[in-house]
T-cell receptor
Framework: EAQVTQNPRYLITVTGKKLTVTCSQN?????MSWYRQDPGLGLRQIYY???????DKGDVPEGYKVSRKEKRNFPLILESPSPNQTSLYFC??????????????FGPGTRLTVT | AQTVTQSQPEMSVQEAETVTLSCTYD???????LFWYKQPPSRQMILVIR??????QNATENRFSVNFQKAAKSFSLKISDSQLGDTAMYFC????????????FGKGTKLSVKP
């Protein structure tokens, strides 16, 4: 089954404790992206990656890091989480160059709470 | 800069009736794509319908259809024969054809279908 998976689905942590949210897709997509969703703000892009070893900042990259060492994986790293990073996080992937397959496939979301 | 505006934070509709969700956008690109995503209480992001800007014909998917007014930069979603399962947040999104695949989202409209 074609899918994007994220782990963990729920996480409660404390300020300053480094964490990683994993994202993996099995569709051989080149493009992957991270979004955060906050009430009243919609989804905002954090980082994206066009391919292995190619990453770039989105609209709200401060406080986050990413890496793309393999095509299927795109982890989101919070080196020193703060309460303002409490949010719902989505990973998505797509193949924007393959004609009609520009649909972005979303993972199930990760609810992060930083206390 | 590209923007997407959803001016209706919340809407409600009676079951079996028709409702229209508004979306306006701004882009300087001539080639772009527009999407409506549904987010039910499960939080999963589900693609409802998409429209290529170069197509004049409005997209339709079963009970869902769009009114795409390119000159006015308007992209509204019409839901016919509303069902209780249509209760969700709905996000309008824009992707430029020449971009890396990045989606710009509106802030969302919360739709409640009442029995």
């Amino acid at each position: 089954e074609a899918q994007v998976t994220q782990n963990p689905r729920y996480l409660i942590t404390v300020t300053g404790k480094k964490l990683t949210v994993t994202c993996s897709q099995n569709m051989n997509h080149e493009y992957m992206s991270w979004y955060r969703q906050d009430p009243g703000l919609g989804l905002r892009q954090i980082y994206y990656s066009m391919n292995v070893e190619v990453t770039d900042k989105g609209d709200v990259p401060e406080g986050y890091k990413v890496s793309r060492k393999e095509k299927r994986n795109f982890p989101l790293i919070l080196e020193s989480p703060s309460p303002n990073q409490t949010s719902l996080y989505f990973c998505a992937s797509s193949n924007p160059t393959s004609g009609y397959s520009y649909e972005q496939y979303f993972g199930p979301g990760t609810r992060l709470t930083v206390t | 800069a590209q923007t997407v505006t959803q001016s209706q934070p919340e809407m409600s509709v009676q079951e079996a009736e028709t409702v229209t969700l508004s979306c306006t956008y701004d882009t300087s690109e001539s080639n772009y794509y527009l999407f409506w995503y549904k987010q039910p209480p499960s939080r999963q992001m589900i693609l409802v319908i998409r429209q290529e800007a170069y197509k004049q014909q409005n997209a339709t998917e079963n009970r869902f259809s769009v009114n795409f007014q390119k000159a006015a930069k308007s992209f509204s979603l019409k839901i016919s024969d509303s069902q209780l399962g249509d209760t969700a947040m709905y996000f309008c999104a824009l992707r430029s054809g020449g971009s890396q695949g990045n989606l710009i989202f509106g802030k969302g409209t919360k739709l409640s279908v009442k029995p």
